[in-house]
């Protein structure tokens, strides 16, 4: 079946311009997840869904980071007046639940500001 | 706070030989979940074996294992016949039980080359 798929798969812009990331979970998993990777580094985690739901919005890096999923289907991470400090890989997977243990990744967004 | 280490950035290793990749970790949380995900050049995050907090054996997938040291906290993982294929950025994670969030927590990663 399909896997978790992401939009665009890169991505360059210009300092200062918002940017949108899409990310279409598996189908029937509730969980989705973003992570954000910098060059040669682990990945951080900024936000969960467990439905349409966010609890806790504490790992986003900053104010102009926000996130919004409907349902229980596509997800939008939205990075506003971007700075350079944001270029990365930006990760979204998905699971059936919060208890199952097993993370589906996406490809992942590669963004660049210049 | 919970942390994942990751002390080797690179690691060689002959094709067809075993290596073992370190992590260790740090959490006072009594239930727990440790992973291991493997990352080739293409970029995909691709999950390779799963050990929990409260069980008594060590985890096995195919030629994947991982060398659960509780009183330790170490969680390593060891490739054995290592092929070509192999090569890849490899990352230990762990998901604390009782925050029910499904959050993972990733060290820096480990680059591993297999030589032929």
């Known amino acids: 079946g399909a896997g978790v798929s992401q939009s665009p798969s ?3 812009t ?5 940017v949108e990331l899409r990310c279409d979970p598996i189908s029937g998993h509730t969980a989705l997840y973003w992570y954000r990777q ?3 580094q682990g990945l951080e985690f900024l936000i969960y869904f467990q439905g ?3 609890p806790d919005k504490s790992g986003l890096p900053s104010d102009r980071f926000s996130a919004e999923r409907t ?4 997800s939008t991470l939205t990075i506003q007046r971007t700075q350079q400090e ?3 890989v930006y990760l979204c997977a998905s699971s059936l639940g919060l208890s199952s243990y097993e993370q589906y990744f996406g490809p992942g967004t590669r963004l660049t500001v210049t | 706070a919970q942390k994942i280490t990751q002390t080797q950035p690179g690691m060689f290793v002959q094709e067809k030989e075993a290596v073992t990749l370190d992590c260790t970790y740090d959490t006072s949380d009594p239930s727990y979940g440790l992973f291991w995900y493997k990352q080739p050049s293409s970029g995909e995050m691709i999950f390779l074996i799963y050990q929990g907090s409260y069980d008594q054996q060590n985890a096995t997938e195919g030629r994947y294992s991982l ?3 509780k009183a330790r906290k170490s969680a390593n993982l060891v490739i054995s016949a290592s092929q070509l294929g192999d090569s890849a950025m490899y990352f230990c994670a762990m998901r604390e039980g009782t925050s029910n969030t499904g959050k993972l927590i990733f060290g820096q990663g480990t680059t591993l080359q297999v030589k032929p």
């Open chain 2, 67 to 69: 060398n659960f040291q």
């Open chain 1, 71 to 74: 349902g229980e289907s596509v």
């Open chain 1, 38 to 40: 910098r060059l040669g």
């Open chain 1, 10 to 12: 890169n991505k360059v």
């Open chain 1, 86 to 88: 944001d270029s990365a």
């Open chain 1, 14 to 18: 210009e300092k200062g311009k918002d």
């Open chain 1, 52 to 54: 349409n739901s966010a």
